[in-house]
């Protein structure tokens, strides 16, 4: 049974920083793209970023890039997203996604997605 445990969600105020986490347990993430989506309330599930292999290119969505960064731990068989200079805009559920290996194309698609957590709250407001 494949499970994705978000944590590191919280209050932060704007101009701040949060780290969130991804523990993966059922299957190893070495070979599986990861991701990062978010969602608030009455809106669409959004891409915030993702990545198909270490070493291979991150992709960001514009509204995060220069602020946000994405990290992986294959050995620990988790991800990471590093969070700066937040907005109240950046408020929302933050989950994590795994999928087999994804084209470039199909990244930003929540649908192509297997396996979610059930994320983390981050809210950003002073």
């Known amino acids: 049974q494949v499970q994705l445990v978000e944590s590191g969600g919280g209050l932060v105020p704007p101009g701040g920083s949060l780290r969130l986490s991804c523990k993966v347990s059922?299957?190893?993430?070495?070979?599986?793209?990861m991701a990062w989506f978010r969602q608030t309330p009455g809106k669409e599930r959004e891409f915030v970023t993702a990545?198909?292999?270490?070493?291979?290119?991150?992709y960001y969505a514009d509204s995060v890039k220069g602020r946000f960064t994405f990290s992986r731990d294959d050995a620990e068989n988790a991800i990471y997203l590093e969070m700066n200079s937040l907005k109240p805009e950046d408020t929302a559920i933050y989950f994590c996604?795994?999928?087999?290996?994804?084209?470039?194309?199909?990244?930003?698609?929540?649908?192509?997605?297997?396996?979610w957590g059930r994320g983390t709250q981050v809210t950003v407001a002073s």
């Open positions: 996604a795994s999928a087999r290996r994804l084209i470039l194309s199909a990244l930003g698609l929540a649908a192509q997605y297997s396996y």
């Open positions: 059922g299957r190893a993430i070495k070979s599986e793209t």
């Open positions: 990545n198909r292999r270490r070493g291979e290119t991150t």
